[in-house]
């Protein structure tokens, strides 16, 4: 059973930086990708950013400048260091992994998700 846990979450002044972590368990082969996604309340859950490799980066345009998405293939591991950080952002912000296996088709994991909360 694969699982997705992130961390990193909290509360920060508008300006400030947080660093997001997520980490995976009981996969035995490589995420084809791995993103961020964040739900505010009263609104779709959207896309922040997405990873295959460094050369293959991804971000949506609110957050561009200002986030970086980076990971670890080996450990099946995605980061997402947030700086200058707006009231905007705040949001519970979730943990993807996604892809397709031969044997098993396309595959699609969730982490349970970190609140992220930006005010003065």
């Known amino acids: 059973q694969v699982q997705l846990e992130e961390s990193g979450g909290g509360l920060v002044q508008p300006g400030g930086s947080l660093r997001l972590s997520c980490v995976s368990s009981?996969?035995?082969?490589?995420?084809?990708?791995m993103a961020w996604y964040r739900q505010a309340p009263g609104k779709e859950r959207e896309l922040v950013a997405s990873?295959?490799?460094?050369?293959?980066?991804q971000y949506a345009d609110s957050v561009k400048g200002r986030f970086t998405i980076s990971r670890d293939s080996v450990r099946n591991t995605v980061y997402l260091q947030m700086n200058n950080l707006e009231p905007d952002d705040t949001a519970t912000y979730y943990c993807?992994?996604?892809?397709?296996?031969?044997?098993?088709?396309?595959?699609?994991?969730w982490g349970q998700g970190t609140q992220v909360t930006v005010s003065s």
């Open positions: 990873v295959v490799s460094s050369r293959m980066t």
């Open positions: 993807n992994a996604n892809g397709y296996l031969d044997r098993w088709g396309s595959y699609d994991y």
């Open positions: 009981g996969s035995r082969f490589r995420f084809d990708a």
